[in-house]
């Protein structure tokens, strides 16, 4: 079993890189829609009840927790649905092979992992989604339909964890057929065992802990390390855009880091996570931010999702939303990465918390032209939504009933989308707010001369004087880019000075919203995106923004020269050269010698591997206090010496003894010591000589060493 496993991976591993659009990784264009594959369209019958784990279908749609037919090739049958919808990238729910059998339910009331967050086999395709072999075909016609309708695929991964441990398979893992371990048969450690999560504000246990009772998977396990990083470049063979990861802050940290890179390194992709909190006063929101800013794995916006729910379905005021994009402006490197939501499957529907159509389509509105990735989760486009039990799970994720295209919200979904596209502001530009009450706000993206101007109140019965609003439009009169689809009006504005006119005062109507928008262009070569955000020398990434020029300019990093692998007015794709790593401004020049504006990135000293530090007996902490790790790389912080630079938190469940899973460059000797960083700043680092480790060429690495006092 054991020589299957490893023989398998490596067979993955060599895979070449696919050939795709490098611009994969700029995603910010974008428009995502999720769909929970089961609900969305049943394409092909003969899949419902597949015979290795007959059973768990119920064709009355009637049991919430079995499957009920939707299929790879029901969304295949779809793509002109999602095309005229203006959908330019699909988030499917986990493809994999899932639990085969009846977990916690009866015989006459199964239950099913329809929802594909309990897998068992990370190298197959799940047989209610494509056939009864488990074969890749099904999904490998869905993704051709997608791209030739120009729509990116992204896949959802749960590298968590694997099923239920009290149940069914009891976590059973597989690959590829071949048994590898379960649960309650894991001699070789694969999974961690341990109770269930208790405090999720606990850095040790929402990384080390159990989720709801779901095997929880031992990433710094050689075996697994390799089998998961196998999982996604698989997919990536089989031409996936990029990955969704469930449930981020559950995996270890530092590992995530590895894997990303291994993505990168393979070929070019696109990441965000499930790092579930409240708002920005959330106790992990601090390491949120830290993780999205340098892991290059961008996350779902749950602060900004709880400030549009208060506000729209829950009345509460603007200033909740301008406040929550203020801070969150102000803590994220790569704010208009950051993927936004209303609804989601583990949330009831908008609709269910408060059922008017006018707020989720002012929602709507407001999430297609803020900063940030737009997801439309299925169905709010036909405002579809279930209220039994609070429609919360699983009455959130209901049968996709309706696919017309004359819904308001379908409209207006594709008219956004269209202006995604033609305006870089929305994609690219900072938000500025420009006006606000408690029921109107008025914001302003800006890239350059593209601007777009919205405005929306969300008072179902009264409207507002607009007076004294400035904007970056310039002077001219500028029709409602929705055409009155939302009760928009029209906008004079007068000259101004510095880029600040003043628009003519106006009446906005009440449950309106108006878009006023400038396409203007920019006045040389404009950055406006690169990814991944970070890479080893000789990894591809990609710069995009406007007027770069059809002819071949050049790139560099710090000086040096990168290779320019491809060169369009709007795209550029390079090769990361040689360069000492650390944090860089990356040069973009036109042919003809003109500079765009500069765009951070950062290179590491190689591709990046797993390797677990633990400290004993380290300098006595006390409440608020916590050792760090840092040395001589930039994977390992240059140094630095305060949250944000060096490595951690450290973990302490057997204090005082500290340990931290991290990335470390692979085949690099690094020096490094521990440091500890009270709660009022105060920092005090060990004694003694640098230690020294010379960092694997593959596998997992491991590091333990004494403080030295």
């Avoid at 768990?56 to 295949?76: F, P, R």
């Avoid at 330019?88 to 085969?100: E, G, L, R, Y």
């Avoid at 583990?346 to 929602?363: G, M, Q």
Wanted: net charge negative; proline share 4%.
């Amino acid at each position: 079993m054991r020589r299957y496993l490893l023989s398998a991976t490596a067979a993955l591993f060599a895979l070449a890189p696919y050939t795709c659009s490098l611009r994969a990784q700029d995603f910010k264009k974008q428009v995502i829609y999720e769909i929970i594959t089961d609900r969305f369209f049943d394409g092909d019958t003969t899949n419902n009840n597949p015979s290795q784990s007959t059973g768990l279908y119920d064709s009355t749609k009637t049991n919430w927790q079995t499957y009920w037919g939707g299929d790879l090739a029901g969304i295949q049958q779809k793509m002109s649905y999602l095309k005229g919808l203006g959908i330019t990238a699909i988030w499917i729910s986990p493809p994999v092979d899932n639990d085969n059998l009846n977990t916690y339910g009866t015989v006459n009331a199964p239950m099913a992992g329809y929802h594909g967050y309990w897998a068992r086999d990370f190298q197959r395709i799940e047989e209610h989604f494509g056939d009864a072999s488990n074969t890749w075909t099904a999904f490998d016609n869905m993704v051709t339909a997608a791209h030739q309708n120009g729509i990116k695929v992204i896949a959802d991964i749960a590298a968590n964890h694997t099923n239920p441990q009290d149940a069914g398979e009891f976590g059973s893992l597989y690959n590829n057929g071949t048994f590898m371990a379960a649960y309650n048969n894991d001699p070789n450690g694969e999974f961690h065992h341990s109770g269930n999560i208790g405090n999720y504000q606990d850095r040790y246990q929402v990384q080390y802990l159990t989720l709801e009772n779901l095997a929880d998977l031992n990433q710094e396990n050689t075996t697994i390390d390799s089998y998961l990083k196998s999982a996604f470049t698989q997919l990536q063979s089989h031409h996936v855009d990029g990955f969704r990861l469930d449930a981020v802050k559950h995996v270890t940290w530092g590992w995530e880091y590895s894997m990303a890179n291994t993505v990168f390194s393979n070929a070019p992709s696109f990441f965000f996570g499930e790092w579930a909190m409240t708002n920005t006063s959330d106790g992990l929101y601090h390491d949120a931010y830290k993780f999205a800013n340098k892991s290059g794995i961008n996350l779902l916006d749950f602060p900004l999702n709880t400030a549009m729910r208060d506000v729209f379905a829950n009345n509460s005021n603007f200033s909740e939303i301008d406040s929550t994009l203020s801070q969150e402006n102000t803590n994220f490197t790569w704010q208009n990465d950051q993927v936004t939501f209303i609804d989601s499957q583990d949330l009831s529907r908008l609709l269910s918390v408060n059922n008017n159509n006018n707020r989720l389509n002012e929602a709507l509105a407001f999430q297609l032209t803020t900063r940030g990735i737009p997801v439309i989760y299925y169905g709010d486009e036909q405002y579809l939504h279930n209220d039994t039990g609070g429609g919360n799970d699983p009455y959130n994720r209901p049968q996709m009933t309706s696919f017309s295209t004359t819904a308001t919200a379908y409209k207006l979904i594709g008219s956004l989308s269209s202006l995604r596209q033609s305006n870089d502001a929305i994609a690219y530009g900072t938000s500025t707010q420009r006006w606000i009450n408690n029921d109107v706000y008025i914001y302003e993206r800006q890239f350059y001369n593209n601007v777009v101007l919205v405005a929306i109140n969300k008072n179902d019965t009264s409207s507002y004087s607009i007076a004294n609003l400035f904007t970056a439009l310039p002077a001219g009169t500028y029709t409602d880019y929705l055409g009155g689809l939302l009760g928009g009006v029209g906008l004079g504005v007068s000259s101004g000075s510095s880029g600040n006119n003043q628009a003519t005062s106006f009446t906005i109507p009440a449950h309106s919203v108006s878009v006023w928008q400038l396409a203007g262009g920019e006045p040389g070569p404009s950055v406006g995106s690169i990814g991944p955000t970070i890479g080893q020398p000789g990894m591809t990434v990609t710069v995009a923004g406007d007027n770069f020029g059809s002819s071949t300019g050049s790139v560099s990093i710090n000086g040096t020269a990168a290779t320019v692998q491809s060169w369009s007015n709007t795209s550029v794709n390079f090769k990361v050269p040689n360069v000492t790593n650390g944090v860089y401004q990356v040069q973009l020049k036109s042919s003809a010698g003109t500079a765009a504006n500069t765009i951070q990135f950062t290179v590491l000293a190689a591709k990046l591997i797993p390797v677990t530090f633990t400290v004993n007996n380290a300098s006595p902490t006390s409440t608020g206090d916590f050792i760090f790790l840092s040395g001589n790389t930039v994977e390992l912080g240059q140094w630095g010496s305060t949250f944000d630079t060096a490595i951690g938190p450290m973990l302490d469940p057997n204090y005082p003894n500290w340990f931290l899973n991290t990335s470390m460059p692979a085949g690099q000797t690094i020096q490094f010591k521990f440091v500890k960083i009270a709660a009022n700043g105060t920092v005090t680092w060990e004694n003694g000589s640098n230690h020294q480790y010379t960092v694997p060429t593959s596998g997992v690495g491991s590091v333990n060493v004494n403080w030295q006092y």
